[in-house]
Nanobody, 126 residues
Framework: QVQLVESGGGLVQAGDSLRLSCAASGRTFSGYFMGWFRQAPAKEREFVAAISWSGRTTYYVDSVKGRITISRDNDKNTVYLQMNSLKPEDPAVYYC???????????????????WGQGTQVTVSS
């Protein structure tokens, strides 16, 4: 079992920054891919970013490239999502997820992840 707990969400103004954190417990954190997804009201959950077990490889959805950075600290069992220049289209519940199985390529689909956190709300005011 893997438990994931997100934190760091909140209400910010457009152009501000936020750093989300996801603390993991349970199985060996350093052994698997971690991802961030987001879900806005009435929309499907969408991929935002993912990071390999070593942290050396990252993937992003095109709409956030240059503004959002995923990172991880395996000593702290934590993955981060640094979001800069937040836009009105960024508000959503942000979820972190763990892919504990074999990962081929860049895991951008929800079914590729087998553990999820409860989510943290990000709200952006214009």
């Amino acid at each position: 079992q893997v438990q994931l707990v997100e934190s760091g969400g909140g209400l910010v103004q457009a152009g501000d920054s936020l750093r989300l954190s996801c603390a993991a417990s349970g199985r060996t954190f350093s052994g698997y891919f971690m991802g961030w997804f987001r879900q806005a009201p009435a929309k499907e959950r969408e991929f935002v970013a993912a990071i390999s077990w070593s942290g050396r490889t990252t993937y992003y959805v095109d709409s956030v490239k240059g503004r959002i950075t995923i990172s991880r600290d395996n000593d702290k069992n934590t993955v981060y999502l640094q979001m800069n220049s937040l836009k009105p289209e960024d508000p959503a519940v942000y979820y972190c997820a763990a892919a504990t199985g074999v990962v081929a390529g860049s895991p951008r689909k929800t079914y590729e992840y087998d553990y999820w956190g409860q989510g943290t709300q990000v709200t952006v005011s214009s």
